[in-house]
């Protein structure tokens, strides 16, 4: 099924057909800005690990986990747009190994340059979240995030975004469970809402957030351009293609 795409703040008419009981987010990338984040802390692990090392590291890092320092471009496909926060550390670990040091040395080395975003004072959102909350909750629609992000930040960055009331059920990815493209993640966040996949929509912005939403069978898949992928990657994947979750809402703002 190819994509269709719609006006900005114009009512998307999949949405009316299916009249959905639970929308699925992804975080980075379609709630809140990716490759900002994802950029500058790169860079400075980088920078970290070859202070801690003495050895010239960065470019190892950085092809590795799919980054171009040069045009800041991140691989939608690659560990640093689709993995955890543990996975992107062992990876770290395993590079230092094959850069010849002891497994012993190469852990210490990470553990003394590893540091995770700050999840409050880094994260810009992508749309007015409070406001695109609010509608949806208005039309009785739940709301969910199943992100791979590791849920103490996840949590901190939606209390200082002032919606962390609004999300009925929250997955993350250190909670055990299979990682996306797995339907897993969609499947405990139905369970969790007593929402079948079939009336449920999964929002995100990479292939394996489409997947997954695919393979738990949810009654629309919805890509949005504001994260990692690009068009021509996600339109194969998706029943709808918006420009960013604003698209989500209804209406223009101050009118309902």
Do not use: N, Y
Not at 135 to 143: A, E, F, Q, S, T
């Amino acid at each position: 099924m190819s994509a269709k795409a719609f006006p900005k703040r114009h009512r998307i008419p999949e949405l009316d057909e299916l009249s959905p009981g639970l929308i699925i987010f992804d975080k980075g990338g379609t709630l809140t800005d990716f490759h900002g984040l994802w950029s500058a802390w790169i860079r400075e692990l980088a920078c970290r690990v070859e202070s801690a090392t003495g050895l010239p590291m960065a470019g190892r890092l950085f092809h590795a986990m799919g980054f171009d320092p040069g045009s800041g471009w991140i691989d939608p496909s690659g560990w640093l747009a689709t993995d955890t926060m543990a996975d992107l550390r062992a990876l770290a670990v395993d590079l230092l190994g094959q850069a010849g040091l002891p497994r012993q040395v190469s852990d210490a080395a990470v553990e003394t340059a590893w540091f995770a975003p700050d999840p409050v004072g880094d994260v810009r959102p992508l749309a007015d979240l409070p406001g695109l909350f609010t509608d949806l909750r208005d039309r009785g629609i739940k709301i969910a995030v199943a992100t791979m992000d590791d849920r103490a930040p996840t949590e901190a960055t939606f209390a200082a975004l002032g919606v962390e009331l609004f999300v009925d059920a929250l997955i993350c990815g250190d909670d055990g469970l299979s990682p996306k493209p797995a339907a897993d993640m969609v499947w405990a966040v139905c369970q969790a809402t007593g929402v079948e996949p079939a009336h449920a929509v999964v929002v995100g912005d990479s292939v394996t957030d489409l997947e997954m939403g695919r393979a738990a069978g949810a009654g629309l898949v919805v890509g949005v351009l504001s994260g990692v992928a690009p068009e021509e990657m996600l339109a194969p994947h998706a029943d709808v293609l918006l420009a960013s979750v604003a698209d989500l809402l209804t209406s223009p703002p101050g009118i309902r």
